[in-house]
Every structure is written in structure tokens, then in C-alpha cells.
């Protein structure tokens, strides 16, 4: 039992794996498969085959180097380890079976914690979310196109319909504490074994180290988005998607009105209030740095005023609650209240 508790991973390190311990296994059967001496001669054996070991005593630094580090030294094997011939003296002798199948996990979300003495601010939010997706889409290389990560088809047009990635902040006491990939459209397992690779978020100012910390469903991986309340209270500012018509919207009726079609749009319940509850809208990063290192000012940056609100329902409603501009990336998110 304390083998298996102490085995933290199977293969690669990114693995995620499950053990156990047989109490009513049979040795009877079974393939007996030997290490071979220097004196031992392979040909004596049916098959043979090589089991890469550690060396006695263990070099923990080298055993723990991920693969690419190894590569980048120009090794195959970790310094400190060693292949060990094994003969198979006795085959199987029992029928094989076919494993009971297991039901299948939908992910629908990934969090990361940030591991950094000093926690970003909460205004730089959106600098972290855009950071993240674009170390998503580097992990992900030419198989970009037609993930839930990328946002885009495999024809390379925008995904419709909101069911591809958001990526939120996780904020605690005005710091920026982690991060949420979440995908209403469910995550594929590429789509896992790129956010699984991240490591770090950074550009030509900036660098946090980050670590996955919870795979799964949205309401067990990060519950303080999901509810349900019948009060949410907006996290990030809310900045309208569309422009108000000259000289015949009032602003705050404006913005109602586009809080309750951006609902509408996603099919929720319409909000029975919207309430203005003021806030340092202009102190927050509406841009997304990608967007405007390329050039690109219509998709990547918002152009008009924003608020900070708190929307009351009728009926308890479940999150993620994320609406307006730039809402994939953050902006406009709301946690419930209650």
C-alpha cells in the first residue's frame, strides 16, 4: 500500500491516472518475465525486452527532468537511469479479457493557480486571459484550427454560439489569484493536453509561472462562478457590444438594454433589475496585447464606456455569467451574491 501511495505519476508527468491495489489477485497464470544477468544469454528467452531503471543511489534532480529538458541536453534518457534487460521466462497462461468500460469524464474547465510572490492586480485581468490563450494555441501548434481553445472552425471561421472557450480570472482581494479555461461545448482530450502543458504566461514585460490545478466539470473545478443566486454582482466591468444610437439612447437605458439582450442571447431569464453600482471601470485593461500587436483595434480592444452592475433575477440562475465585449476573455464577468 505505500508503494501505491507514493507513485506520483504513471509515464509523463502531466498524466492524470488513477491506482489501486488488487486484494483478490491470483498469481496463477501469469507471464513471469526476468532480469537478466551479465552470464544470462537473450536467445535463451522467447522475447525479451528493455525497462529503463534508476541508478543506485537515486540522482532525484536528472529522474525528474521533463523529456524536452532531457532532448535540449542532447540525452535520450535522464542522467542517472539506465535499460535493464528483462527475458520472459514464463508466457501467460490465463484468456484475456476485455477491460469493463469506464464511463467517460466530460471536462468542461481547467484552472490554473498563479505561483507568484506578487499576485497581478485585478485590472491587468484581461493581459492574463489573452496570455493564456495564446500559450493554449502555442501548445496546440498547427492543430489549432477546430478546437474549442482556438475559437475557430476547421475551415477557420469564428465558432458561433458562444460554445468555445472562455478564459476568466479568478480574483481575490483586488489580486489576481488564477485562471479558468471554460468551454460550454465541451473540452477534447487535445484540447486538455495543450492546457495541460502550460507552464508559464508571459511577453516581452511580463512572466508568471502557472500550474494546473482542477479538471473537470465547471460547478467542481471553479464553483464560485456557478451558483445559482438570484443576485450576481459584476466582477469585471460590463462594456456593451454594440453602439448606442446618436441622439436617442440614454446611456443607462442603453446599457439595460443591451444586458438583457446579451441574456436573451445566451437564453437566459431577462434580469428583473439592473442596478449601477459605480466602480473603477477606467482603471481596467480593456485590450487584449495580442490583438494590438497585430493591429487588429475592432476585435481586440473596447471602444466605449463600461459599468459595474448588479443584476437581480426572479428565479435562482445558474453561472458562468460573462456578458458584453471581450466577454470570452473576462470582461463583463459576474459572480453571484448570496
Not at 537511469?81 to 466530460?106: C, H, I, K
Not at 507568484?116 to 485585478?122: K, N
Not at 431569464?269 to 495580442?290: C, I, K, L, N, Y
Not at 500587436?293 to 473596447?302: I, N, T, W
Request: hydrophobic content about 40%; glycine content about 10%; charged content about 25%.
Amino acid at each position: 500500500r505505500r508503494l501505491a501511495e507514493s507513485i506520483p505519476y504513471f509515464g509523463r508527468a502531466d498524466s492524470i491516472c488513477t491506482g489501486g491495489i488488487a486484494t483478490v489477485w491470483g498469481s496463477a497464470g501469469h507471464a513471469v518475465w526476468k532480469p537478466l544477468d551479465i552470464t544470462d544469454h537473450v536467445d535463451d528467452y522467447a522475447e525479451s525486452t528493455s525497462v529503463l531503471a534508476p541508478d543506485i543511489p537515486l540522482v532525484v534532480g536528472t529522474l525528474l527532468a521533463r523529456p524536452a529538458e532531457v532532448r535540449r541536453g542532447g540525452l535520450r534518457f535522464p542522467v542517472g537511469s539506465r535499460l535493464v534487460t528483462y527475458g520472459l521466462e514464463r508466457p501467460t497462461t490465463a484468456m484475456l479479457t476485455a477491460a469493463a468500460p469506464r464511463p467517460v469524464r466530460t471536462v468542461t474547465a481547467v484552472r490554473f493557480d498563479l505561483l507568484h510572490p506578487a499576485l497581478p492586480p485585478d485590472n491587468e485581468a484581461l493581459i492574463y486571459t489573452d496570455l493564456l490563450r495564446q500559450a493554449a494555441i502555442k501548445q496546440l501548434g498547427e492543430n489549432a484550427a477546430g478546437t474549442m481553445l482556438g475559437g475557430r472552425t476547421s475551415d477557420n471561421t469564428p465558432m458561433q454560439g458562444g460554445m468555445h472557450a472562455h478564459y476568466l480570472p479568478v480574483l481575490r482581494d483586488r489580486r489576481l489569484t488564477g485562471l479558468v479555461v471554460w468551454a460550454p461545448g465541451v473540452l477534447s482530450d487535445k484540447d486538455l493536453i495543450a492546457l495541460c502543458e502550460i507552464r508559464a504566461l508571459y511577453d516581452y514585460k511580463r512572466r508568471v509561472q502557472v500550474r494546473v490545478s482542477g479538471v473537470g466539470m465547471m460547478e467542481q473545478v471553479a464553483p464560485e462562478f456557478v451558483g445559482p443566486a438570484r443576485t450576481w454582482c459584476a466582477v469585471t466591468p460590463f462594456t456593451p457590444a454594440r453602439y448606442p444610437k446618436k441622439n436617442r439612447d440614454e446611456w443607462r437605458n442603453f446599457v439595460v438594454k443591451e444586458i438583457q439582450r446579451e441574456l436573451e442571447l445566451r437564453g437566459r431569464e431577462r434580469a428583473d433589475d439592473v442596478q449601477f453600482v459605480g466602480g473603477p471601470w477606467t482603471a481596467f485593461v480593456r485590450h487584449r496585447p495580442s490583438a494590438r500587436m497585430r493591429g487588429d483595434k475592432r476585435q481586440g480592444q473596447a471602444h466605449l464606456p463600461a459599468e459595474f452592475l448588479r443584476l437581480r433575477f426572479t428565479q435562482p440562475t445558474r453561472g458562468p455569467l460573462t456578458l458584453g465585449w471581450l466577454s470570452h476573455f473576462g470582461l463583463g464577468l459576474f459572480a453571484p451574491e448570496g
